[in-house]
């Protein structure tokens, strides 16, 4: 159980186009995703929060239009990435929360990722 | 605000001997502790979690972690490591009022045959 999945695994595309990654989680209803954006050797930034059926909350410094996030479903979030330029090429990642008896119980599952690059 | 180091960027150990992976943390009230493991081009898999209970957490290919609270440490723990394990390794803690987590820098781990 808790499979996460993103298509594609792997985008290349041409500066000014517009990307849309797909985050699905498979068995099981996550109200919750995020997305997070991942340099080489580095940590893990969080972009935002998506929460079904609403706006998603963006962290400090991410630009929501460029950025744009929609989770239409208890089982799917997209990231559309606008305007790509050769900066945003970066590993993509997202991740859904399944939901414990207490909050505290909660458990974030990530999906494999995607690797996008603009040329 | 929530935080957690992990002051080795890399660890290097042979085949069959025990590893340690380091994570300590700063949180304001009650911890709630996360590994994670990523392998190249690949998501984070979840390794196990610290909620409550026993300090000494069992979770996924053998690994295990011990939160200590006098030392404020999550370190994890593996008796016999597999060069299968090589990998980067994050610790992270949630924050419960938002639910996001707050990864530390990670730890690459490298096993050698």
């Known amino acids: 159980g808790a499979v996460v999945s993103q298509h594609p695994s792997w985008v290349i595309c041409k500066s000014g186009t517009s990307v849309k990654i797909e985050c699905r989680s498979l068995?099981?209803?996550?109200?919750?995703m995020f997305w997070y954006r991942q340099f080489p050797k580095q940590s893990l930034m969080l972009m935002a929060t998506?929460?079904?059926?609403?706006?998603?909350?963006?962290e400090q410094g991410v630009e929501k239009d460029k950025f744009l996030i929609n989770h239409a479903s208890l089982t799917l979030s997209t990231l559309t990435v606008t305007s790509a330029h050769p900066e945003d090429s970066s590993f993509y990642i997202c991740?859904?929360?399944?939901?414990?008896?207490?909050?505290?119980?909660?458990?974030?599952?990530f999906g494999p990722g995607t690797r996008l690059t603009v040329l | 605000a929530q935080s957690v180091a992990q002051p080795e960027d890399q660890v290097n150990v042979a085949e069959g001997n025990p590893l340690t992976v380091k994570c300590t943390y700063s949180?304001?009230?009650?911890?709630?502790l996360f590994w994670y493991v990523q392998y190249p081009n690949r998501g984070l898999q979840f390794l196990l979690k610290?909620?409550?209970?026993?300090?000494l957490v069992k979770g996924s290919y053998g690994f295990e972690a011990e939160f200590n609270k006098s030392q404020t440490s999550f370190h994890l723990k593996k008796p016999s490591a597999l060069v299968s394990d090589s990998a980067l390794y994050f610790c992270?803690?949630?924050?419960?009022?938002?639910?996001?987590?707050?990864f530390g820098t990670g730890t690459r781990l490298q096993v050698f045959p």
């Open positions: 992270a803690v949630r924050d419960i009022s938002t639910d996001k987590l707050i």
């Open positions: 610290y909620i409550t209970g026993d300090n």
């Open positions: 949180v304001s009230g009650n911890p709630y």
């Open positions: 991740s859904a929360i399944i939901r414990g008896r207490l909050p505290y119980t909660d458990t974030q599952y």
């Open positions: 068995d099981f209803q996550a109200t919750t």
């Open positions: 998506s929460n079904e059926g609403s706006k998603a909350t963006y």
